[in-house]
């Protein structure tokens, strides 16, 4: 996964925290551990990349449409199936963390939805 491609899947993720207006602990220490794991190389410091990234999640979450663009713009990110696969688990793993209730499995299908077409 390309740098820009673990921003993309960070920001997912942090609008995913807020599908189901409840931001777990689980949920956010999760998303951090992904990214120290996952080989991050930031081009800017990786707290303040999460600090803005939680908070361009917070102003997203505002209304459905502004979800579904930003959605829609990082999603843009992942053009090729491993990628996708890739970005899928990790979306997968954050929220099943503290249960999925049916905001969090809409969040989800929404994501896929979202996705480039591959081939």
């Known amino acids: 996964m390309t740098q820009t491609q673990r921003e993309a899947l960070f920001d997912i ?13 689980t949920e956010e220490d999760l998303i951090q551990q992904g990214f120290v794991q996952r080989g991050w190389k930031p081009v800017r410091a990786r707290a303040a990349f999460i600090e803005a990234s939680l908070e361009r999640a917070r102003e997203a979450a505002d209304s459905d449409d502004a979800m579904m663009d930003y959605l829609a713009e ?12 890739e970005a ?29 077409r591959v081939g």
Request: with cysteine.
């Open 88 to 116: 899928c688990a990790a979306i997968r793993t954050v929220l099943e963390a503290d249960g999925t209730p049916a905001e969090e499995q809409e969040f989800f299908h929404l994501f896929i939805q979202a996705l480039p």
């Open 13 to 25: 993720l942090a609008l995913a925290i807020h599908a189901d207006a409840l931001v777990s602990l």
């Open 74 to 85: 990082r999603a843009a990110e992942f053009a090729g199936a491993a990628a996708q696969k």
